[in-house]
C-alpha cells in the first residue's frame, strides 16, 4: 500500500508533465469539460447545460458510499475562479491525460482512494468523479492551492516568525483582521516547518513566554496552541516595529542545526502602519545578503503608511499586501507561498510528502465514516525549454491514506504486545519497535491519532 502508492503518483506527475510538454497553450481554445459542480443540469428545454453534460454516478461502498464515476475524472472550481478562462481550459484539456493512469492505478489497487490534481491554475481534478455540493452559502469556497497537501509539496521548509502590531491603533476590526491573518499563516505551515509568533507595542512579547528566543515545530499542537494564544491578545500603546524587528531577525540569525528548517527563512509583518525610523535594523541584519524575506501584511483602510510597509517588503526581497476586510485574508496569505515555492521548483525536487493526519471532512459528511486520513503528494513541474529556468509549478497530484490502512499493515499480533510501529515517510515504510511502549489496542479515533502522532514524530 504504502510505497506503491509513491508509484502511482510517479506516473501521474510524469504523465502531468508530459502531457503539458506536448501541449500548446491555445488562447482561444474552447472545450467542454465535465465541471463537478455543474455536471448532470438541464437548461428549461432538456439541453445539457455548458460544462453540465450527462455524468453517470453509481453509488460505491469503497468510497464512504458516495456516488460516484469510476471511468472518468471531473473538475471542481473555485467560485472566484472564472470557470472558462483560458488558463482553466488549456490545463484541463492537457490534464485529460490523466484519467487514463487514475483509472488503471485503481485497476492495479483496488485499496486506492481518491487520486487527484490540484493545479496551479486553481482548478482541481478529481477521480473517480463526483457530484460537487456547494457551501450552505451557495459558493464553492474549496481551493485546493490553500489544502495543506498542495502547500506542503509545493513548498520547501521553512522558518517563519509572525510579528503582530498590538500597540492602540490595531484596535477592533484591525485587530479581527490581524488574528485572523495570522491563523491563516498557522494554516499553511506543516510538521516540516518552524515557527514563532511575537506582540508588538514599545516592548516585545512572545505570546508563549516558554518559547522566548526559538523556533519551534509547526506541528499540529503548536499551530492550536499558538491559535489560543493569539486569540486572546489585547491591544494598547505605541507601536515600535524597529524591537520587533530585531528580536525576529535575532532568532532566525541564530537558528542552528537541529532548530530550524535552514531552507526558506521569512519575516510576517502584521501591522497598520510603521513610522519610526526602522531602516537601520535592516542594514544591521539583512543587508546586503537579504537572506530573510520580509512580507508585509497592512492591516485596515488607513493608508498613510502604506508606503514604509511596502518599503520594508521591497527591500527584503518579500511582499506587501494590503488587507482591508476578513474576505481578502485568504487570498492575501497565499501571495506569499508564490515566492517561497521558486527556489525548489527551479531544482526540480519531486519529494514526496505525507501531510499530518486529519479527518476526512471533504468527502465524508456523514459523522459516523469520518477517517483520519493522510495525504501522498508529490508536485508536478513544467518541462517546457522555455521555462525549464524559471521553474514553473503546474501543480500537485496527491492521493489519501486512510490510517486503518496504514494500521492494518502493523497488526499487534505481529508487534509483539510492547511493539511500537513506525512510519517512514519518505519511503513509505513501517518498521516495528519491540519493547518501547504498548501498542494501543481499541481502534478508536483518539487511539488512531496518537498512534499516529507518535510513529510520524520518530
Ligand atoms: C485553438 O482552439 C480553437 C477552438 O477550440 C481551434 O479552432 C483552433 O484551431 C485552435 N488553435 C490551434 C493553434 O490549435
Same mark, same amino acid.
Given at each position: ?68 464515476? +469510476? ?57 473517480? &468523479?463526483? #457530484? ?19 502547500i506542503q509539496?509545493a513548498t520547501s521548509p521553512k522558518d517563519i516568525i509572525i510579528v503582530v ?8 476590526? #484591525? ?7 495570522i491563523?491563516?499563516i498557522l494554516?499553511t505551515l506543516g510538521e516540516n516547518d518552524f515557527v514563532n509568533v511575537i506582540?508588538y507595542?514599545?516592548?516585545v512579547?512572545y505570546?508563549?513566554?516558554?518559547f522566548k528566543g526559538t523556533l519551534v515545530q509547526a506541528d499540529?499542537?503548536n499551530r492550536?496552541?499558538f ?14 516595529v524597529k524591537k520587533a524587528m530585531k528580536e525576529a531577525f535575532k532568532i532566525l540569525n541564530e537558528v542552528t542545526n537541529g532548530q530550524g528548517s535552514l531552507c526558506n527563512q521569512a519575516i510576517m509583518l502584521i ?7 526602522f531602516?537601520?535594523v535592516f542594514e544591521e541584519f539583512n543587508w546586503p545578503e537579504k537572506k530573510v524575506r520580509v512580507f508585509t501584511y ?11 510597509? #511596502?518599503?520594508i517588503a521591497c527591500n527584503n526581497k518579500g511582499y506587501y499586501t ?11 496569505v497565499m501571495e506569499y507561498l508564490h515566492v517561497l515555492s521558486r527556489p525548489m521548483v527551479i531544482n526540480?525536487d519531486?519529494d ?12 465524508? +459528511? ?16 513544467? #518541462?517546457?525549454?522555455? +521555462? ?30 510492547? &511493539?511500537?510501529?513506525?512510519?517512514? +515517510? ?28 507518535? &510513529?510520524?514524530?520518530?
Amino acid at each position: 500500500l504504502l510505497t506503491t502508492s509513491h508509484v502511482y503518483l510517479q506516473r501521474l506527475a510524469d504523465t502531468a508533465e508530459d502531457a503539458d510538454l506536448y501541449h500548446e497553450f491555445n488562447a482561444t481554445l474552447q472545450f467542454d469539460y465535465y465541471n463537478a459542480m455543474l455536471i448532470n443540469t438541464m437548461d428549461d428545454e432538456g439541453n445539457s447545460i455548458d460544462l453540465g453534460g450527462e455524468f453517470p454516478l453509481e453509488e460505491n461502498e469503497h468510497f464512504n458510499k458516495l456516488s460516484v464515476n +469510476t471511468l472518468q475524472s471531473d473538475i471542481q472550481v473555485p467560485t472566484n475562479v472564472y470557470n472558462k478562462d483560458p488558463d482553466i481550459l488549456n490545463g484541463v484539456y492537457m490534464s485529460e491525460a490523466l484519467n487514463d493512469v487514475f483509472i488503471n492505478n485503481f485497476q492495479k489497487d483496488p485499496t486506492l482512494t481518491w487520486q487527484y490534481f490540484g493545479s496551479s491554475t486553481g482548478f482541481f481534478r478529481l477521480y473517480p &468523479g463526483i #457530484k460537487w455540493t456547494p457551501d450552505p452559502n451557495g459558493v464553492v469556497a474549496f481551493d485546493c492551492r490553500n489544502r495543506n497537501w498542495y502547500i506542503q509539496a509545493a513548498t520547501s521548509p521553512k522558518d517563519i516568525i509572525i510579528v503582530v502590531d498590538v500597540s492602540g491603533s490595531m484596535k477592533g476590526l #484591525k485587530m479581527t483582521i490581524a488574528k485572523h491573518t495570522i491563523n491563516t499563516i498557522l494554516d499553511t505551515l506543516g510538521e516540516n516547518d518552524f515557527v514563532n509568533v511575537i506582540a508588538y507595542t514599545d516592548y516585545v512579547r512572545y505570546v508563549e513566554p516558554c518559547f522566548k528566543g526559538t523556533l519551534v515545530q509547526a506541528d499540529l499542537d503548536n499551530r492550536e496552541h499558538f491559535k489560543l494564544l493569539v486569540n486572546e491578545l489585547q491591544v494598547k500603546g505605541e507601536g515600535e516595529v524597529k524591537k520587533a524587528m530585531k528580536e525576529a531577525f535575532k532568532i532566525l540569525n541564530e537558528v542552528t542545526n537541529g532548530q530550524g528548517s535552514l531552507c526558506n527563512q521569512a519575516i510576517m509583518l502584521i501591522t497598520d502602519g510603521a513610522m519610526e525610523d526602522f531602516q537601520t535594523v535592516f542594514e544591521e541584519f539583512n543587508w546586503p545578503e537579504k537572506k530573510v524575506r520580509v512580507f508585509t501584511y497592512l492591516i485596515g483602510r488607513d493608508m498613510t503608511f502604506s508606503d514604509n510597509v #511596502k518599503w520594508i517588503a521591497c527591500n527584503n526581497k518579500g511582499y506587501y499586501t494590503h488587507i482591508n476586510t476578513l474576505a481578502d485574508v485568504q487570498e492575501n496569505v497565499m501571495e506569499y507561498l508564490h515566492v517561497l515555492s521558486r527556489p525548489m521548483v527551479i531544482n526540480h525536487d519531486h519529494d514526496i510528502i505525507w501531510t499530518e493526519a486529519y479527518m476526512d471532512t471533504l468527502f465524508n +459528511t456523514m459523522a459516523h465514516s469520518l477517517l483520519l486520513m493522510t495525504s501522498v503528494a508529490m508536485p508536478v513541474f513544467s #518541462k517546457k525549454k522555455e +521555462t525549464l529556468s524559471h521553474g514553473i509549478l503546474l501543480g500537485v497530484v496527491g492521493t489519501d491514506v486512510p490510517l486503518i490502512e496504514v494500521m492494518m499493515l502493523a497488526p499487534i499480533y505481529k508487534l509483539g504486545s510492547h &511493539g511500537y510501529a513506525f512510519l517512514i +515517510t519518505n519511503n513509505g515504510y513501517i518498521l516495528a519497535h519491540p519493547d518501547l511502549r504498548p501498542l494501543v489496542r481499541a481502534i478508536d479515533l483518539s487511539s488512531l491519532e496518537t498512534y499516529f502522532n507518535l &510513529g510520524e514524530k520518530q
